[in-house]
């Protein structure tokens, strides 16, 4: 299955790139390190899983979206971006294109300007079905912190679909299709 995203504003459309599940089991053997923004940290940390992705992940993030969240005890490391006058969005996104990092986001305009860079990008979901991916949690943990972020998460049904097609390959490897 493709994941693919529409974006309309005004006349305009932008899309997001297809995924195959493929694709993003590489990404997720390569994932070391990420950018992540405020609204991924509020979705993991309310559903249970933010403590466990930043034992397995390092992640970053400029001190502003940090304090954005209202979160104290985070284990995110601060990125610094020099300029005062940019949004926090863009301050993740300038630090994104600095360092070629991947990008964790819940925001179709980070997201869209993170795949424009030709990075890699991912929603708490995928990260969720990372920790599955990297033997972090089993399936009924990860069914669990499920049941928790769609409590919190507004994603499309297209965003969910994906999501468990992610999971049905991990969860039965012989179903990924090797490009």
């Known amino acids: 299955m493709a994941f693919h995203v529409q974006l309309t504003w005004g ?15 590489s990404q997720f053997r390569a994932l070391s390190r990420a950018l992540i923004d405020a609204s991924s940290i ?7 899983f933010l403590t466990i992705l930043a034992d ?9 979206i ?21 949004s926090n969005d863009q301050k993740l996104i300038t630090a994104a294109l600095k360092l070629r990092w991947p990008v964790i986001s819940e925001d179709r305009n980070v ?4 795949e424009r860079a030709n990075l890699p990008y991912f929603n708490s979901l995928m990260m969720l079905n990372f920790l599955l991916f990297k033997k972090r949690i089993d399936p009924k943990t990860h069914a669990i912190y499920f049941d928790w972020l769609k409590q919190y998460a507004r ?11 992610i999971y049905n390959t991990i969860a039965d490897p012989s179903q990924e299709v090797h490009q």
């Open 11 to 25: 006349k305009r459309r932008l899309e997001l790139k297809d995924h195959t599940s493929h694709e993003v089991l």
């Open 42 to 48: 509020i979705y993991m940390h309310k559903a249970g």
């Open 56 to 64: 397995t992940v390092s992640l970053y993030s400029p001190p502003e």
């Open 66 to 86: 940090v304090a954005e969240t209202g979160y104290n005890d985070l284990d995110i490391r601060p990125v610094a971006c020099t300029s005062n006058s940019l």
């Open 111 to 114: 997201l869209l300007r993170t």
């Open 155 to 165: 994603y499309s049904p297209y965003v969910w679909e994906f999501g468990k097609d």
